[in-house]
């Protein structure tokens, strides 16, 4: 399919007062630019990523009265119950806490609900289950700010919720915790309102040890995995967390996940973003997805290595497990495609099957999104009401279509570019209908075509090694910071192109000045151009150290 280049526009006077004042490329002070940094302070701090750029916890409406309550029940005895997400911002976050309380003398223990069997969020069965238990305290983490119900069931059980939460607030209104914590709470004066719930679990953490030998800074670790996993703006406090946090990932300190890292075949190798999306993250993930996280909670938690060894090894295996199931449901759904779409008519991909794991399904609807460019929503049937799992495209609101079908819909929720539903089914093909039948702009147009967003056009003899090194100083690359795309024109295919790997090749380029390798590796279905054609290429730049030997190689994103 063919791609939309979106080449972002020369900001001149930026990379000239950049590149003066801090001594950086005029590329570098462009891809600052393209970030929105618009000023020499803030960009000499984006390049800085100090931790005493982060804002004081006690910002934070809520944090006060959080920290009095839980203090309070430290002092007497309270039992406290951390009940958290069964994602991997979700375990984190309740690892984070659970430490942290642990470490100032609380009678703590965790709850994170099955995926199946009790859905996300809190809810009264566990609530009833922590009565029992004597539970007098619960901290909610990643999750929270939507249980109303839930929160009243627990007053009336004499029990105390304070909520963390980092999820967007619908309308003004708020549970009846005894303290909330969330940054987009109105009246809330913390500057980045974009934390992950780890995030802010950790900022509760660093509140509760002022004036104490403990550092909430050993929890770094945990904040990176959780951040970046959780696909919010490596920008700004994520960046810095996050960047930090690598560098604790590295150093191996945390036996889980030095087990975890060991186990995926990362022994030896450093540990990078991209690592944490597409190999740890997945892990860590899929024991939710499939079930009951609580192997992966303890292996977060693990003080032994041959236990954590052991657990790593368990969600390498649950992981490939995932793997296999997400294949199945990929393969189906491509048959259904075939047989009920009509893409002249169906803007959104709508399907539903018996055979679909719903853990599984946001995946594969992420999968097919990318592959067909529509935005696609997945449906799991059981019973008489069923979920759904949807992924949009760049430019379409997924959330605002599902709003114009709600009266259709048992349940929903989400954001623009995901959401989850609960519909009945015998109003499955009502759901496709409508949604489909709704007005969209431009849709022969630039919203249904896959786009290419590409940081700069350079010449290739401007990419030095000095220059690749300084760009990778914005790193950690992730959402809103993602790693920088370059376009060069009129370049020449020197060679006729060689086959590495099942679907990827290599070739060499030149510009009559400055002759590069290029590489696709088989993800993005590129067509071979022919030895001696003329081309523009898309890619990401990169050194490349064989037998140390170390040249420039630019990575395909595109070709025309």
């Known amino acids: 399919m063919k791609k939309i280049w979106n080449v972002k526009p020369v900001n001149s006077a930026i990379q000239n007062a950049f590149s003066k004042e801090l001594n950086i490329s005029k590329i570098t002070a462009q891809l600052l630019s393209n970030r929105g940094v618009d000023n020499a302070k803030d960009a000499g701090e984006f390049i800085a990523c100090s931790l005493s750029s982060c804002h004081d916890p006690f910002l934070m409406k809520g944090m006060e009265q959080a920290v009095k309550r839980i203090k309070s029940a430290i002092l007497s005895k309270e039992k406290i119950l951390i009940y958290g997400d069964y994602d991997v911002d979700g375990m984190t976050a309740v690892t984070v806490l659970y430490t942290a309380l642990k470490n100032l003398g609380a009678i703590v223990h965790t709850y994170i609900p099955n995926r199946l069997e009790e859905g996300y969020g809190l809810n009264v069965g566990a609530i009833k289950k922590a009565e029992r238990d004597g539970v007098s305290l619960i901290v909610t983490v990643d999750c929270g700010i939507g249980s109303f119900a839930e929160i009243e069931h627990a007053k009336a ?50 509140a509760l040890y002022e004036g104490t030998p403990f550092l909430a800074e050993d929890f770094l670790d945990l904040v ?75 292996l977060l938690m693990a003080k032994d290595r041959v236990e954590a060894l052991k657990l790593a090894k368990t969600l390498n295996a649950e992981n490939r497990n995932r793997q296999k199931v997400e294949a199945g449901i990929l393969e189906e759904a491509l048959s259904k495609i075939e047989r009920e779409i009509n893409f002249k008519h169906h803007k959104v991909i709508v399907l539903w099957s018996e055979n679909w794991h719903p853990g599984v399904i946001g995946i594969v609807a992420s999968r097919i999104a990318d592959r067909f460019y529509r935005p696609t929503i997945l449906v799991s049937l059981d ?106 024109r009129n370049l020449l295919v020197k060679e006729g192109a060689r086959q590495i790997g099942k679907n990827g090749f290599k070739m060499w380029v030149t510009d009559n000045s400055t002759t590069c390798e290029a590489v696709s590796f088989g993800r993005n279905q590129l067509e071979v151009p022919r030895a001696g054609s003329g081309v523009n290429l898309a890619y990401i730049p990169s050194i490349n150290d064989w037998q140390g030997l170390q040249s420039i190689q630019l990575e395909l994103k595109d070709i025309q």
């Open 157 to 206: 059980y004499k029990i105390d919720v304070i909520v963390t939460d980092h999820h967007e607030i619908v309308g003004s209104r708020l549970p009846g915790a005894c303290a909330i914590i969330n940054p987009l709470q109105e009246g809330c004066e913390y500057p980045f309102k974009h934390l992950a719930g780890v995030g802010i679990a950790y900022k509760l953490a660093k």
């Open 224 to 298: 990176s995995l959780g951040t970046i996993a959780d696909v919010v703006p490596l920008k700004e406090e994520n960046r810095i967390l996050a960047k930090h946090g690598l560098d604790e990932i590295n150093r191996r300190t945390r036996i889980g996940l030095g087990a975890l890292a060991e186990a995926s075949g990362l022994n030896g190798k450093e540990i990078s973003s991209g690592h944490i999306g597409f190999i740890l993250g997945p892990r860590i993930n899929a024991m939710g997805r499939m079930g009951s996280p609580q192997k992966a909670l303890e």
């Open 383 to 488: 019973g008489k009401h069923c979920k759904g799992s949807g992924r949009s495209i760049e430019k379409f609101n997924l959330l605002d279509a599902i709003l114009k079908c709600k009266d259709l819909l048992a349940g929903f929720g989400g954001h623009e570019r995901a959401c989850g539903i609960t519909i009945e089914k015998d109003k499955l093909n009502d759901f496709r209908e409508m949604i489909n039948s709704l007005e969209y702009e431009d849709f022969a147009g630039e919203v249904f075509s896959p786009q290419l967003n590409i940081d700069m056009e350079v010449s290739l003899n401007s990419l030095t090694e000095s220059v690749i090194d300084e760009i990778e100083r914005l790193a950690p690359f992730g959402e809103e910071n993602p790693r920088p795309v370059f376009s060069s």
